[in-house]
């Protein structure tokens, strides 16, 4: 157990909507990131946060948003969503910006019917 | 900018035999490098990792690899496969600095023939 903690597990909804993925960091960690995993695009690092602050952002697309909240646990929104954004999201944790080993959820599934 | 390289979407080995997974990088910076291992339907988990000590590095279940900067080579070697062994394996890159982000290789399925 890596002490990451993601919910939901998997999430099943319709094209066009909205849903949130939720995130609860290592006890102790003040950087969170978020990772799409897909089967065409692999792995990608898709935002990080720092104490509530965004840090860094990657192959993010605007429908996305997310933010990291005064007790550092963090949210991924996904809207209007397609087809394509069908994939498994990971969040990671990390002690402080950087030089730090990452850990790792479970992820949540996401699929988009 | 930051990448990586796993050559083969697929290795099979036999139980007892060595187990070598190959990974290349590309960073302008010096980097910090790592190897992660996915089983089924579980998130990531650190096998080891490099940031400029050491360049042999030693990992968890018995994993090693080896840093070579000519080479731009982080390889991934375990003497003796064992059945646990299978599973998705990736190699990433980060770049030292302020930013952590991790770039992931495409990942290698490891399977073990009993």
């Known amino acids: 157990d890596s002490g990451v903690t993601q919910t939901p597990k998997h999430l099943i909804t319709a094209t066009g909507q909205r849903v949130t993925l939720r995130c609860s960091p290592r006890?102790?960690?003040?950087?969170v990131y978020w990772y799409q995993q897909s089967l065409d695009q692999g792995l990608q690092f898709l935002i990080q946060y720092y104490n509530g602050e965004e840090r860094a952002k990657g192959n993010i697309l605007e429908r996305f948003s997310a933010q990291q909240f005064p007790d550092l646990h963090s949210e991924l929104n996904l809207s209007s969503l397609e087809l394509g954004d069908s994939a498994l999201y990971f969040c990671a944790s990390s002690v402080g910006v950087s030089k730090n080993i990452q850990y790792f959820g479970a992820g949540t599934r996401l699929s988009v019917l | 900018a930051q990448s990586v390289t796993q050559l083969g979407s697929h290795v099979s080995v036999s139980e007892g035999a060595l187990v070598l997974l190959r990974c290349n990088y590309s960073?302008?910076?010096?980097?910090?490098l790592f190897w992660y291992v996915q089983y089924p339907n579980q998130g990531l988990q650190l096998l080891l990792k490099?940031?400029?000590?050491?360049?042999l590095v030693k990992g968890i279940n018995g994993f090693e690899a080896e840093f070579k900067k000519s080479e731009t080579s982080f390889h991934l070697t375990k003497p003796s496969a064992h059945m646990s062994d299978a599973a998705e394996y990736f190699c990433?890159?980060?770049?030292?600095?302020?930013?952590?982000?991790?770039?992931f290789g495409k990942g290698i399925t490891l399977s073990v023939r009993p």
């Open positions: 006890s102790g960690d003040l950087s």
């Open positions: 960073s302008s910076v010096p980097p910090y």
């Open positions: 990433a890159v980060s770049e030292s600095g302020a930013n952590s982000k991790l770039t």
């Open positions: 490099y940031t400029s000590a050491a360049t």
